[in-house]
């Protein structure tokens, strides 16, 4: 991933790689903090990675919302889909996407998830998860953790245009609105919020950015599907514990209750492995997605999800694991 990460820097406009990049963790990934205990003289000649996770999927290594697609790669958000989808994978879709709903919809010709920010003019939100399930999404990722934009992600946006940026919302805005300011997220989001989306797309609501085992009870006692647990990519607030550190209390407070997925310096399929036995039922990555969409666009978001399923695959073998249901916690211990 190294290399990969250093060919799109070469590809994109300082500012944009700058923008891309804020918040990344440097050094060594959490999740090689777990260690794995294999089995042995297990059958391992045949491997299915496929899952159920909201909708049957061929990899449980999907693609998590990044925002602003276009300014990596003038295929958008709509290469990054149609990549995912060749995949197998899911593809959840930014509400700060570059490309029209229904475009990316047409270009993923299969389930898809909209990931939502509930913005200060909540009709904004109400119409764009309208459109979004009219489109085909089959679940809203709620985020969570954005009450307003982090200062570590926030700052400093590259030059971007108002006809992309506001793509989606452009239609939705009140006459002689400030469109920025009418997006912003809103600090008075709440736990009913969860139920309001669900009744009104009649879609499953993910929560993401969950980092406490109560919290994602709470989520789920409220209506939730399911919890994603998630940093953010380390843009909102800082120095929080990693999801790799989260994950298994959240999982062990949702139990079969709900889904729960995870993301988070995911950079192999290794990383993949622990996260998969830890007790994430799907896994999902952001930024390597970007850069693969800026080496080469779609080719190059397919080459990133094809290798990341190829490892963990030889990584479920060398555990003596043939389905993903038997990633289990016994797996893993910590270093």
Same mark, same amino acid.
């Given at each position: 991933?190294?290399?990969?990460?250093?060919?799109?820097?070469?590809?994109?406009?300082?500012?944009?790689?700058?923008?891309?990049?804020?918040?990344?963790?440097?050094?060594?990934?959490?999740?090689?903090?777990?260690?794995?205990?294999?089995?042995?003289?297990?059958?391992?000649? %045949?491997?299915?990675?496929?899952? %159920?996770?909201?909708?049957?999927?061929?990899? @449980?290594?999907?693609?998590?919302?990044?925002?602003?697609?276009?300014?990596?790669?003038?295929?958008?958000?709509?290469?990054?889909?149609?990549?995912?989808?060749?995949?197998?994978?899911?593809?959840? #879709?930014?509400?700060?996407?570059?490309?029209?709903?229904?475009?990316?919809?047409?270009?993923?010709?299969?389930?898809?998830?909209?990931?939502?920010?509930?913005?200060?003019?909540?009709?904004?939100?109400?119409?764009?998860?309208?459109?979004?399930?009219?489109?085909?999404?089959?679940?809203?990722?709620?985020?969570?953790?954005?009450?307003?934009?982090?200062? %570590?992600?926030?700052?400093? #946006?590259?030059?971007?245009?108002?006809?992309?940026?506001?793509?989606?919302?452009?239609?939705?805005? @009140? @006459?002689?609105?400030?469109?920025?300011?009418?997006?912003?997220?809103?600090?008075?989001?709440?736990?009913?919020?969860?139920?309001?989306?669900?009744?009104?797309?009649?879609?499953?609501?993910?929560?993401?950015?969950?980092?406490?085992?109560?919290?994602?009870?709470?989520?789920?006692?409220?209506?939730?599907?399911?919890?994603?647990?998630?940093?953010?990519?380390?843009?909102?607030?800082?120095?929080?514990?990693?999801?790799?550190?989260?994950?298994?209390?959240?999982?062990?407070?949702?139990?079969?209750?709900?889904?729960?997925?995870?993301?988070?310096?995911?950079?192999?399929?290794?990383?993949?492995?622990?996260?998969?036995?830890?007790?994430?039922?799907?896994?999902?990555?952001?930024?390597?997605?970007?850069?693969?969409?800026?080496?080469?666009?779609?080719?190059?978001?397919?080459?990133?999800?094809?290798?990341?399923?190829?490892?963990?695959?030889?990584?479920?073998?060398?555990?003596?694991?043939?389905?993903?249901?038997?990633?289990?916690?016994?797996?893993?211990? @910590?270093?």
């Amino acid at each position: 991933m190294n290399d990969l990460a250093l060919r799109a820097e070469g590809e994109l406009p300082p500012e944009v790689w700058a923008y891309l990049m804020r918040g990344a963790t440097v050094g060594e990934s959490p999740w090689e903090r777990w260690r794995f205990a294999p089995r042995v003289l297990r059958d391992v000649r %045949s491997i299915d990675t496929g899952v %159920s996770v909201l909708g049957d999927w061929r990899s @449980p290594i999907g693609v998590a919302p990044t925002a602003f697609h276009r300014l990596i790669h003038p295929g958008g958000e709509a290469a990054a889909a149609r990549a995912a989808a060749e995949c197998g994978a899911p593809f959840v #879709l930014s509400m700060r996407a570059t490309t029209r709903i229904e475009e990316v919809a047409a270009a993923v010709c299969g389930p898809w998830w909209q990931q939502v920010y509930l913005m200060r003019d909540r009709t904004i939100t109400d119409a764009l998860v309208q459109r979004a399930a009219a489109a085909g999404a089959t679940a809203l990722v709620l985020t969570g953790d954005t009450p307003y934009v982090g200062r %570590s992600g926030g700052r400093g #946006l590259p030059p971007l245009d108002d006809d992309l940026a506001l793509v989606n919302v452009a239609q939705h805005l @009140p @006459p002689g609105a400030d469109a920025w300011a009418a997006i912003e997220q809103d600090a008075g989001a709440a736990l009913e919020d969860i139920g309001r989306l669900a009744d009104l797309t009649g879609l499953p609501v993910i929560v993401k950015g969950v980092l406490r085992a109560d919290e994602a009870r709470r989520c789920v006692d409220a209506g939730a599907a399911g919890v994603w647990v998630s940093d953010h990519g380390g843009r909102q607030l800082g120095r929080t514990v990693a999801p790799a550190q989260a994950l298994p209390q959240v999982a062990a407070a949702v139990g079969a209750d709900a889904t729960v997925l995870a993301d988070g310096d995911v950079r192999d399929g290794l990383d993949a492995l622990a996260a998969l036995a830890l007790g994430a039922d799907a896994v999902f990555v952001g930024r390597p997605i970007l850069w693969g969409l800026a080496v080469s666009g779609a080719d190059g978001v397919r080459s990133v999800l094809a290798g990341l399923l190829d490892e963990l695959r030889h990584g479920m073998g060398l555990a003596g694991a043939v389905r993903v249901a038997e990633l289990t916690p016994d797996l893993v211990v @910590p270093r």
